[in-house]
């Protein structure tokens, strides 16, 4: 594959302030996954979206972040739920239907109903970021093209509640402006943490460079904010309203042709960076 074959529009942000939300994987007893549901103040989310298959794993979100719940599945043969360092992770067991239910310590509830269909995972291989036991460690070295550019000491998982919160909070902009929310893809998420580690102020040649290394050959969009960390409490809120006040950044948000997302945030020297990926593997020579 030649670097000028690989074709991808980046969307630059406006350098202005931003960074710091959050929405984690739900803590607690025990879960299953799907599509996102609000009840009172609670919202719970599948971090790899509804599509899943037998086979599948998926973290369960849960919103405003830092909540503890307890978790539980309607049907555990079809979703069981496991702990998984103090988060909720479904486990796709067989098909049909399971509803995972949340409760917080005030007696606040929400669900989301989920139903299996046949055939095998389409998620990538590698486990859960942010999610990790003796059991299921990530991948070792998730970079599958080393040619490219791309930094072998990134940490893949860091800052994951606020790059959660982040997905979470685009997907709301999406859903009011009536479209379909973005699940998590896993190489868009590695690609664009190990970007954020570089502290461009700009779009640069190695963001479309780690793209590839991370295996993400597709075209797509991507978004860009840095600011000043020192006192900022809502890194995540801050950066999605940089790009919704931004008009070439929210049409990046509000693409239709794109079905998944990836995040990445760095806080370095009080200041943080904040990226947003989107894109479609169907979709060869997106722009």
């Given amino acids: 594959m030649k670097r000028k074959n690989i074709g991808m529009a980046l969307t630059c942000m406006t350098l202005g302030a931003i960074l710091c939300g959050t929405s ?3 803590r607690a007893a025990e879960t299953s996954a799907s599509a996102t549901v609000q009840t009172a103040t609670l919202k719970v989310s599948s971090y790899k979206g509804n599509a899943l298959s037998v086979g ?3 973290m369960v979100m849960v919103s405003p972040y830092g909540t503890a719940v307890t978790a539980a599945s309607s049907n555990p043969e079809v979703i069981a739920l496991e702990q998984v360092s103090g988060f ?3 486990v796709v067991k067989s098909t049909g239907t399971a509803v995972v239910s949340i409760t917080d310590d005030a007696g606040n509830t929400a669900s989301m109903t989920l139903t299996i269909g046949g055939g095998t995972s389409s998620q990538p291989s590698s486990p859960t970021p942010a999610a990790n036991s003796e059991a299921e460690q990530p991948q070792a070295n998730p970079v599958v093209n080393s040619e490219w550019s791309h930094n072998p000491d990134a940490d893949l998982s860091a800052n994951m509640d606020i790059r959660l919160e982040m997905i979470r909070l685009i997907n709301e902009v999406r859903q009011e402006n009536g479209l379909a ?6 190489r868009l998420m590695n690609a664009m943490q190990d970007v954020s580690t570089q502290h461009f102020l700009k779009h640069t040649r190695y963001e479309r460079e780690a793209l590839i290394a991370y295996g993400w050959l597709y075209g797509g969009s991507d978004n860009l904010t840095s600011f000043g960390a020192d ?4 890194i995540a809120g801050h950066a999605v309203r940089n790009w919704v006040n931004s008009p070439g950044h929210l049409q990046a948000m509000l693409r239709e042709d794109v079905t998944c997302i990836g995040t990445g945030v760095t806080v370095d020297g009080g200041r943080t960076y904040c990226y947003m990926s989107v894109g479609n593997p169907d979709g060869h020579g997106l722009l």
Avoid: I, K, N, Q
């Fill in 231 to 234: 006192g900022e409490e809502d």
């Fill in 88 to 90: 909720y992770v479904m």
């Fill in 56 to 58: 599948d794993r998926s």
């Fill in 181 to 186: 929310e973005l699940p998590v893809d896993d």
């Fill in 24 to 26: 984690v994987p739900a």
